[in-house]
């Protein structure tokens, strides 16, 4: 079992930057891959960024240069650096885990970008 909480969600203007954090717990030596995904609102839930437990980073084509992945290994966290923020960037973002097949998410963090 991994417990994932994330962090950092709320409003910002377009242009604006955020950064998300979530922490993890529980079987985190077992992980194999973490990730950020995003859900808005009347779409499907899609990836944003991931990790493998080497550290390979991967970003969707269109967040690539706008959105940075990192992670601290010595406590438990995966950030999502977001700069120049755009209304389409409006969602809920999970934070995500595996562990073979077996996935886990947090509860989400909810960013919207208004003027």
């Known amino acids: 079992q991994v417990q994932l909480v994330e962090s950092g969600g709320g409003l910002v203007q377009p242009g604006g930057s955020l950064r998300l954090s979530c922490a993890a717990s529980?079987?985190?030596?077992?992980?194999?891959?973490m990730g950020w995904y995003r859900q808005a609102p009347g779409k499907q839930r899609e990836l944003v960024a991931s990790?493998?437990?080497?550290?390979?980073?991967t970003y969707v084509r269109s967040m690539k240069g706008r959105f940075t992945l990192s992670r601290d290994n010595a406590k438990n966290m995966v950030y999502l650096q977001m700069n120049s923020l755009k209304p389409e960037d409006t969602a809920v973002y999970y934070c995500?885990?595996?562990?073979?097949?077996?996935?886990?998410w947090g509860q989400g963090t909810q960013v919207i970008v208004s003027s």
């Open positions: 990790i493998t437990s080497s550290g390979i980073i």
């Open positions: 529980g079987n985190i030596f077992s992980i194999d891959a």
């Open positions: 995500n885990s595996r562990i073979a097949a077996v996935e886990y």
